[in-house]
């Protein structure tokens, strides 16, 4: 159940241009690996 709420609340939708966790936050969220590890 984690998983499915956590790909809803980042995923952008089209009417705001935003996702679920930006309107909330008001900032872009990262998930968790991205923070662990940066992009080479």
């Known amino acids: 159940m984690h998983n499915a709420l956590w790909a809803?609340?980042?995923?952008?939708r089209t009417p705001t241009n935003a996702t679920p966790a930006?309107?909330?936050?008001?900032?872009?969220?990262?998930?968790?690996?991205?923070?662990?590890k940066p992009a080479l």
């Open 8 to 12: 809803y609340r980042t995923t952008m």
């Open 22 to 36: 930006e309107l909330v936050y008001g900032t872009e969220v990262v998930l968790p690996l991205h923070v662990l």
